[in-house]
């Protein structure tokens, strides 16, 4: 059976599982959330009812047994801080063998190199272990800080998609960037 976690010189990354949900309450208070981030329901953070969060955990494992997405908690490793979450998302298997990556770090973790380090084991854990051929990473075209992000660890910028995802109610375009196993970044 695949093990659904992986380490890096600094974090532990992992799926969320119930008794998590004190963790994820501290760093809620910590963090500055947007609305979105707050009702949007998919961010561990954003679950305030304990019981929610149960439920979450267990559909979250359900989804990767099932092979349709990978939602990791970030945790750091020497302190076992929850510090945000790491995902693959929309897996398409047959031909394609490919996946959605996406990141959050939690504003008093940022600027730490939290989110590279996490998202460069991700990717790790995708080709390796998942064996994906293709990883796209998906940002608003305003994003600048994502997208140097996203740049700095390899990926490639490849156009911009019109209306690709709904953020509180509104369509945005996103920034396509993309990383092919085997070739050279």
Not at 48 to 73: C, H, I, K, N, V
Not at 139 to 164: D, L, V, W, Y
Request: proline share 2%; aromatic share 10%; with cysteine.
């Amino acid at each position: 059976m695949l093990e659904f976690e992986f380490k890096t010189k600094r974090l532990w990354v992992r799926p969320l599982e119930p008794t998590d949900y004190e963790a994820c309450m501290r760093t809620r208070g910590r963090s500055q959330l947007s609305k979105a981030e707050m009702e949007g329901g998919s961010l561990a953070v954003s679950l305030s009812d304990r019981a929610e969060f149960g439920r979450m955990t267990d559909y979250r494992l359900d989804q990767m047994l099932e092979d349709r997405s990978y939602r990791f908690g970030v945790f750091v490793a020497r302190t076992g801080e929850f510090i945000g979450e790491v995902m693959l998302f929309d897996v398409l298997r047959g031909n394609r063998q490919m996946a959605s990556i996406g990141a959050i770090v939690h504003t008093a973790y940022r600027r730490q190199g939290y989110a590279s380090e996490a998202l460069r084991g991700l990717i790790r854990f995708g080709f390796r272990r998942l064996h994906l051929h293709r990883i796209e990473g998906q940002a608003r075209p305003e994003n600048a800080m994502s997208i140097h992000m996203c740049k700095s660890i390899g990926f490639q910028e490849e156009g911009t998609s019109a209306g690709r995802f709904k953020e509180g109610g509104r369509w945005f375009d996103a920034l396509i960037l993309a990383m092919v196993r085997g070739r050279k970044r």
